[in-house]
């Protein structure tokens, strides 16, 4: 079995940074991609940024504040949130792909961004 754990989430200013960091445990042979997702109340989960094969995606309200990477040597994933806003309030979720179909989730942490 596959576990993720989250942290980083929590309360910050418009215009301040957090990062996000997702630890990932148990039987995990080779990692497919990892990626952030979130979801604000009332709306449905979107992909935030995804790491795959060394090459990284971005949703286009993200790109150039929001930095996904991984650590080499664990199944360790981290987001650099920089320039927050408003609307970047939400529940952020960790994914893990084993494969296409093999998919674990963590059990999201809280960003709020407000003056």
């Known amino acids: 079995q596959v576990q993720l754990v989250e942290s980083g989430g929590g309360l910050v200013q418009p215009g301040g940074s957090l990062r996000l960091s997702c630890a990932a445990s148990g039987t995990i042979a080779a990692i497919y991609a990892m990626g952030w997702y979130r979801q604000a109340p009332g709306q449905q989960r979107e992909s935030v940024a995804i790491?795959?094969?060394?090459?990284?995606e971005y949703a286009d309200s993200v790109k150039g504040r929001f930095t996904i990477s991984r650590d080499a040597a664990k199944p360790t994933v981290y987001l650099q949130m920089n320039s927050l806003k408003p609307e970047d309030t939400a529940v952020y979720y960790c994914k893990l792909d084993l494969s296409r179909r093999n998919t674990y989730w963590g059990q999201g942490t809280q960003v709020n961004v407000s003056s």
């Open positions: 790491v795959r094969g060394g090459k990284t």
